[in-house]
């Protein structure tokens, strides 16, 4: 198949009750021609399928999908929407079908207990059960004789058969009582567990259910960020428009209290923005006329008109929740063991079954069919493969949400996954450890200067005003606050490589390198001496400005350190990491920096091609790496590393190969999702260890293991009641994640 003409694309279904039907729907639509790759994500309820459409279309695989009991939504615009008000509708049947099933079954329960003397017992509870079955259970009947036609059994196929089974022989023995009479036997009946196990395994599902639905609430939260509609500017006035309908280069209108609907640029007012939704800041950002303001942040006390940049699937939020959603759908490494595990979990249950009936039939003396059959019910009822389903893909939905919530975006379960291995992290030193941008830190006059220094501050402001220079910037960004105005050069001259000079009232200043100074004779104050030494040794740039006798004032440039790298590094090294910083910049900027933030092996004058090299020849000695950066040069290094982690204020490429994704780029949530991590890998362990330990206790038991020892055998009420417990307890314990603390 011909790769270039895939197209992959996520389906929600519905129907699905266990891991075994997802692991059905998933071989069902894998085995249609032109499919290359299907991938069904149980949690989530949804299929991500790579498929040729010249080959198959989406009605084929919908098609399918039906035959085997289930369904696909291929709307493409509102398939979400349509799965939510199936879901709803199905949660709404079953919580209808549970209340009258269970009206039903409290008296087939009593006569079955206490009353069982009473007239008629028997044919009263073969009334009030038959309804129970297949009426409310009707679902679990037509999903299993659908996966028979196809050959596969799911946990419908389960429940089916041990309620059926027991329900039919309950019948035989109402029915036809004489024929365990002539035996000497007194003739059994067990409708109240075939109806109680009914109503069990659907409150179970009714329980699951809404828990799945918490489990989502992240991605809920984000959409809420959306409103749903917005005020367009006209040449009329102001016109409510509908939040789909808003197209770039709109005007519009905020107002206090309300949430910017688009990305865009503020073209009229100023206010102050809660940008915490993007940042994880707390302080709300002063916004005014050139600034940029971001979909789903609050606007506070001010109001202001802007212009749409971005909209609908275009601007920053919807990009985070699409991030969100794939990733909560993606499977995590250990989750397609499970998946093998449920695709095979059905028919040994119903081997097992088997030969519980068949070993009470040889060894289980004179009421060996009886026990038996019973056994084989209870075998069939207890082993149910939900709880082994849910339980690594609700960790991941609770954990990617919890990320979610903490500016910590994971593009997929893998990345979350196997963040708990690292034990080195290699950082980038522009733009992750540093701001990513020069400012002045440090700006010295020399004595001769003090007189004038309002006067020679405006012409240093005009010589930066017209230089090319990229650190000019950063000296004009340092002098603008002080409402300077900038004096019109006579003449003005830019010096390659070297400065710029011009001519103010007759008289040459010039602003530029050290170089520049020696070429022109121009002597440095001893003043100044002390203060440029310092600048140098801290790997800072000197920018000098004199007239054409000596130095007048030094401004010291540098790309500053951010404010929680050093605690980042810190952080990181208490938990056993080893930190690494590259950088393409020198060799004395690399030291300084990796010293102002702690930082003991570092490499400088790196080339993207060396980042990537050094990651490998870390894995090579047998450490798991992540890799942390923001800009193009260090996507390669990013591919390359085990864990890769992109800064959110960086370029679209690094933060298109990275598994995560920082949005407010502090390097103190490195810690926080390395953490995320491991009590995601901890709570998908605790909840694989629970639904293996269920199963692997409560089978034996269920088949008898006990009886010759202590005469104990399991009733189906208890193993209906004890399977719908495992799963509900899987999900729960994905919930705890959600109050978890990301802090140390």
């Not at 039903?104 to 038959?130: E, H, K, Q, R």
């Not at 909209?311 to 063991?337: N, R």
């Not at 997929?412 to 941008?437: F, Q, R």
């Amino acid at each position: 198949m011909e790769t270039t003409n895939l197209q992959t694309l996520t389906f929600p279904v519905t129907g699905m009750t266990c891991a075994a039907c997802a692991s059905s729907v998933e071989s069902m639509v894998g085995s249609q021609k032109g499919v290359e790759k299907s991938e069904v994500n149980y949690a989530t309820q949804s299929v991500k399928v790579v498929f040729n459409p010249e080959l198959v279309q989406a009605i084929k695989l919908q098609q399918a999908v039906q035959s085997i009991g289930y369904d696909l939504i291929i709307d493409a615009v509102n398939g979400k929407e349509k799965q939510e008000e199936a879901q709803v509708k199905q949660y709404d049947k079953l919580k209808k079908n549970i209340t009258w099933a269970t009206v039903l079954t409290i008296p087939v329960v009593l006569i079955g207990m206490v009353f069982m003397d009473i007239p008629y017992a028997n044919y009263i509870m073969l009334v009030l059960t038959a309804p129970v079955l297949f009426v409310a259970g009707r679902s679990f009947f037509t999903g299993a004789w659908k996966q028979a036609s196809h050959g596969k059994a799911n946990m419908d196929t389960l429940v089916a058969m041990s309620t059926g089974i027991a329900f039919l022989f309950s019948v035989f023995n109402t029915v036809y009582p004489e024929f365990w009479h002539r035996q000497g036997l007194h003739p059994h009946v067990y409708f109240e567990a075939a109806s109680v196990v009914i109503v069990f395994i659907m409150l179970g599902k009714l329980l699951e259910e809404k828990a799945k639905s918490n489990t989502s609430s992240a991605i809920k939260k984000l959409i809420g960020l959306q409103p749903k509609t917005v005020l367009r500017v006209t040449n009329t006035g102001e016109i409510e428009t509908a939040f789909e309908d808003v197209q770039v280069g709109d005007l519009l209108l905020v107002r206090p209290g309300d949430k910017v609907p688009v990305d865009g640029v503020v073209y009229h007012g100023s206010s102050f923005v809660d940008e915490s939704m993007i940042s994880g800041e707390p302080v709300a950002v002063e916004k005014k006329a050139g600034d940029k303001v971001f979909a789903g942040t609050l606007n506070q006390k001010g109001s202001f008109r802007f212009t749409a940049e971005k909209v609908g699937s275009g601007t920053m939020l919807a990009q985070i929740i699409q991030l969100v959603q794939e990733a909560q759908g993606s499977k995590a490494p250990v989750q397609k063991l499970v998946d093998k595990i449920a695709g095979i979990f059905v028919p040994i249950v119903m081997s097992i079954a088997l030969l519980s009936l068949a070993a009470w039939l040889l060894f289980g003396g004179q009421h060996a069919f009886t026990q038996g059959l019973l056994a084989m019910v209870t075998v069939l009822v207890i082993a149910c493969p939900c709880a082994l389903g849910l339980a690594t893909p609700t960790a991941i939905m609770v954990g990617i949400g919890k990320g979610a919530e903490n500016g910590i975006l994971i593009k997929d379960a893998e990345g979350l996954e196997s963040g708990h291995k690292v034990n080195a992290v290699v950082l980038d030193k522009t733009g992750t450890i540093t701001e990513g941008k020069p400012v002045v830190n440090k700006w010295v006059w020399s004595d001769a200067a003090t007189l004038n220094q309002s006067l020679l501050q405006s012409y240093f402001l005009s010589l930066e005003q017209q230089s090319e220079h990229s650190l000019a910037e950063a000296i004009v960004t340092y002098l603008k606050p002080d409402s300077l105005a900038a004096v019109t050069a006579d003449t003005f001259n830019s010096l390659t490589g070297r400065g710029v000079e011009a001519q103010f009232e007759g008289r040459v200043y010039f602003a530029g390198s050290h170089k520049l100074i020696e070429e022109k004779g121009i002597t440095i104050p001893q003043e100044l001496s002390g203060p440029i030494t310092n600048s140098l040794k801290e790997a800072n740039t000197v920018i000098y400005f004199a007239d054409n006798v000596q130095v007048l004032a030094i401004a010291s440039i540098a790309d500053q350190i951010k404010s929680g790298s050093a605690e980042a590094v810190d952080q990181l090294k208490l938990q056993g990491i080893e930190v690494y910083m590259l950088t393409g910049d020198n060799a004395q900027t690399a030291a300084a920096i990796a010293s102002q933030a702690g930082i003991e092996h570092y490499q400088a004058d790196a080339l993207p091609s060396d980042k990537a090299a050094f990651v490998k020849q870390l894995q090579q000695q047998g450490k798991v790496v992540a890799m942390i950066g923001d800009g193009i040069n260090d996507s390669q290094a990013l591919a390359q590393a085990d864990v890769s982690i992109a800064m959110g204020k960086g370029s679209d490429i690094a933060m298109d190969v990275a598994k995560i994704t920082l949005v407010s780029s502090d390097l103190r949530q490195v810690p926080k999702a390395l953490r995320l991590s491991r009590l995601t890998v901890r709570t998908i362990r605790q909840n694989l260890f629970w639904a293996f330990i269920y199963n692997l206790i409560g089978i034996p038991i269920a088949a008898g293991l006990l009886y010759p020892i202590n005469g104990f055998l399991l009733n189906p009420m208890i193993a209906g009641a004890a399977m719908a417990l495992s799963s509900v307890s899987v999900v729960s314990n994905s919930l705890r994640l959600k109050y978890s603390k990301l802090n140390l």
